[in-house]
T-cell receptor, first 116, second 111 residues
Framework: KAGVTQTPRYLIKTRGQQVTLSCSPI?????VSWYQQTPGQGLQFLFE???????NKGNFPGRFSGRQFSNSRSEMNVSTLELGDSALYLC???????????????FGEGSWLTVV | SQKIEQNSEALNIQEGKTATLTCNYT??????LQWYRQDPGRGPVFLLL?????KEKRKERLKVTFDTTLKQSLFHITASQPADSATYLC??????????FGTGTRLTVIP
């Protein structure tokens, strides 16, 4: 069974631009979560989508947004990019919503974003 | 404020010894605690989950303990091997929330 697929793997953007990252979950998984990972802050939760609805949102500004499609694929968008947005963006999928006790999530390889 | 701290940023250990990694948390009441392994340039991979009413969980050479009084989890790798070198992350789940991760400990097993 194919794992979580994220595209693109690497990208470089300029300050002020916007970026869209894509995530295809494991087949049969309806929950997709997004995380930002930086050396200083570690893995931080951005938001979770389940059955096309945003269930939870982390403490990030409104420049960070996402959506989920009927086939469970998800995209996240960052507008008006800042240097501090440079990070590894990880997508994770699971069969159940994130709040289900003991829910295990499966991560993709991530998208490396560099803002210059 | 809520914090999840993993004992050290980096830990070096001799091959064959037991590696012990620590995860301490404050102002959380986790129902579940999970450990993940992350290799450079890759996404984290789930290793073990332990529930708040479990004291210990084992899987092959891995052992996790969970002390809700001390607000601490210990992660042990016995008979460590160079292939165990990676960053290990602990993650807490509270109520209906998603996972909160620690910043990780980078383990290096020296041959």
């Amino acid at each position: 069974k194919a794992g979580v697929t994220q595209t693109p793997r690497y990208l470089i953007k300029t300050r002020g631009q916007q970026v869209t990252l894509s995530c295809s979950p494991i087949s049969g998984h309806r929950s997709v979560s997004w995380y930002q990972q930086t050396p200083g802050q570690g893995l931080q939760f951005l938001f979770e989508y389940f059955s096309e609805t945003q269930r939870n949102k982390g403490n990030f500004p409104g420049r960070f947004s996402g959506r989920q499609f009927s086939n469970s694929r998800s995209e996240m968008n960052v507008s008006t990019l800042e240097l501090g947005d440079s990070a590894l963006y990880l997508c994770a999928s699971s069969r159940d919503p994130g709040g289900i006790p003991g829910n295990t999530i499966y991560f993709g390889e991530g998208s490396w974003l560099t803002v210059v | 404020s809520q914090k999840i701290e993993q004992n050290s940023e980096a830990l070096n250990i001799q091959e064959g010894k037991t590696a012990t990694l620590t995860c301490n948390y404050t102002n959380y009441s986790p129902a579940y605690l999970q450990w993940y392994r992350q290799d450079p340039g890759r996404g984290p991979v789930f290793l073990l989950l332990i529930r708040e009413n479990e004291k210990e969980k084992r899987k092959e050479r891995l052992k996790v303990t969970f002390d809700t009084t001390l607000k601490q989890s210990l992660f042990h790798i016995t008979a460590s091997q160079p292939a165990d070198s990676a960053t290990y992350l602990c993650a807490l789940q509270t109520g209906a929330n998603n996972l909160f991760f620690g910043t990780g400990t980078r383990l290096t097993v020296i041959p």
